[in-house]
């Protein structure tokens, strides 16, 4: 009987620890990313299919790419359109051989959780094998900051960061910017991480879309 209470008790303890610190890192991720260190930060790029490479790398144009480096781009295993653009956008800034020299950017792909037109049962299988693969891809590359705007890809990548963040593995600020095209309700992939408060800093870009979810911050139209 004595033995079980414990048992009952230490589940408690880290039950109630486990939610203090879930608090802790959603309160904490609403704040502003103020790093006051000079260096540059790893970003995690996730790219999309269709219109959202498009889309990231219009955002990309007026980043301070200089304070957001080494640079990691990842697209889904069959998306090869989206790192071939993400491939001249970096030959863009630099030239190949200054890209060298600081170390600018690695392209990276992932497996896909559920391919168009897959079934939800076998769907399953691909998720646990998508959610293995992201977690090797966040121990390697350890970003601080991650970038996306609605491609389903991102949701492993984010929900692993998010746990790493619970367990005080590495704190990776999460940016999320919702497309344009997004004008009366967020994506799918926006709402779990809006609704989760796994992403630090959600960015839309309609005013009405502020209305309706206002925890998000309106930036007007970026492209």
Not at 72 to 89: E, G, P, R
Request: some cysteine.
């Amino acid at each position: 009987m004595a033995s079980s209470n414990i048992g009952v008790l230490l589940t408690i303890g880290v039950i109630t620890v486990l939610v203090i610190r879930i608090i802790y890192v959603i309160n904490r991720s609403r704040k502003p990313l103020h790093s006051k260190s000079p260096r540059s930060l790893s970003t995690l790029i996730v790219l999309g299919s269709g219109g959202h490479t498009a889309e990231m790398l219009n955002l990309l144009y007026v980043l301070q790419t200089e304070r957001f480096k080494p640079r990691y781009y990842i697209a889904a295993a069959t998306d090869n359109m989206s790192l071939q653009k993400a491939h001249v956008f970096e030959d863009s800034l630099l030239g190949k051989e200054a890209l060298k020299e600081v170390g600018g950017a690695e392209f990276m792909q992932i497996y896909r959780s559920r391919e168009v037109g897959q079934s939800y049962i076998t769907s399953v299988g691909t998720t646990l094998v998508a959610i293995a693969h992201a977690l090797w891809l966040m121990i390697k590359i350890r970003p601080q900051v991650i970038l996306c705007n609605g491609p389903g890809t991102c949701i492993p990548l984010c929900v692993i960061a998010f746990l790493f963040k619970v367990l005080g593995i590495r704190w990776s600020s999460i940016f999320y910017v919702e497309s344009i095209a997004r004008v009366r309700k967020l994506s799918l992939s926006g709402l779990l991480l809006y609704k989760l408060h796994m992403a630090d800093q959600l960015f839309v870009q309609w005013p009405q879309l502020k209305e309706k979810y206002p925890r998000a911050h309106y930036v007007g139209r970026l492209m």
